[in-house]
């Protein structure tokens, strides 16, 4: 039998939570991390410690490899293709793509050289009611890291 991938694992959490009727807020509650984080790690982009893992994994019925794999360190910014396809990630493409340079003119402005973190990272996304449609909101923050002299 051939070893279960990363992949293969994040296939079956979703069909698992999809079967079961779960949320990933449900799934977070299990974890004991915010929905934002919980799902990256269960769609295979962050790594869960031997807890989190067999907890999700008695949640979700996942084998003993399922569960191991899913403390292994994963390859990040894991998306099949370098313009992603999908229309909702795409929109996230474009909007770096459009305002990208004003995200780094401003944060240059602000702190200086340097960049936004993506591991010294939170991020948190709310549903706004709106009477002209609901907006969805995200927040992220990151730790400012200066480029150093030497």
Do not use: C
């Amino acid at each position: 039998m051939t070893p279960m991938t990363r992949n293969d694992v994040t296939e079956l959490i979703v069909l698992q939570k999809q079967n079961k009727g779960l949320k990933w807020t449900d799934l977070a509650e299990v974890v004991g991390q915010s929905k934002e984080w919980t799902t990256a790690a269960l769609l295979g982009q962050m790594t869960l410690n031997k807890a989190q893992a067999e907890a999700v994994g008695q949640v979700l019925e996942l084998p003993a490899e399922a569960i191991a794999q899913l403390q292994v360190v994963p390859y990040k910014g894991s998306l099949p293709t370098a313009v992603p396809m999908d229309p909702l990630i795409y929109r996230f493409y474009e909007l770096i793509s459009v305002y990208g340079t004003t995200f780094k003119a401003l944060i240059h402005e602000e702190f200086g050289d340097g960049i936004m973190s993506a591991i010294d990272f939170d991020m948190d996304m709310q549903r706004q009611e709106d009477a002209k449609g609901d907006r969805v909101k995200i927040t992220m923050s990151g730790k400012f890291l200066p480029y150093k002299s030497y």
